[in-house]
């Protein structure tokens, strides 16, 4: 008869749990920090295309997110708030309050034709108003090196910015001559695209507010105040084959 020369105490295995507890911890932190870091340098990219928010995290329902009711009964969740948060997640989360995160939804379809099914989960998303709101959030984390990346991030997008409306409105004293000449009371200052001068909810739009501008339409904007300007939309049919529709708006200034 052999016997078992291993043997294991209640101490034993207690040490052995608290050691893989500890182990796990350790490596939640790692990659909680890495998400972190990444989502700091996802900032300074958004700072330089002159957006005000940054996605931190991407979340799956049922690993990074606690199951909800509604998905327990076969139903699509798109509304949580941070308490169901777990994990890696809820570490990312709390250590990035201090940008006002947010949770949206997302889902995409996997699989082939025959046999397709949605994933769906949460993005984290980072948000501040303007470049001085956003240093002041990050003075917040006490990242000086940070600080200082991004107020030279800011100072160069800004010069671009304002280079390139600079260029716009330059252009603006030959169209409105042709407009008078032939009889206008307005003209076009400058034609805009959607998701680069211009953020709108997903579909078709036909009204535009001046809050979703982008930095260089919201300067021609505001450079053409004393001209009453509107925002006007277009759209018109491209692709010989596969047509599709190109659609936007313009800034249009009037006398």
Known sequence: MVRNSFSFSTGDLRAITARAVLAAQAQTEASAKAIVKRALQQIKIEVAAGRTYALAMSLRLGSDIE??????????????????LRGIAAMVWQSLSVFTPTLEYWSREEGDQRDSYTV??????LHWTDSTDLLARVKELNDRCLAD???QIIAETQTAVNDKAAHILSQLEGRASLQAKAGKTFAIVMSLTGGTDYTAPQGRI?????????????VVWDSCAEF????????????????????????VIHW
């Open 228 to 251: 009453s300007p509107t925002l006007e939309y277009w759209s018109r049919e491209e692709g010989q084959f596969d047509s599709y529709i190109v659609e936007g708006f313009n800034i």
């Open 149 to 151: 990346e991004l107020t």
């Open 67 to 84: 199951s909800q009711s509604g998905k327990a009964a076969g139903k699509s969740v798109r509304q949580i708030d941070s308490s169901a």
């Open 120 to 125: 769906e989960g949460f993005n984290i998303v």
């Open 206 to 218: 036909k009204l535009l507010s001046p809050n979703a501008l982008g930095p260089v339409a919201k």
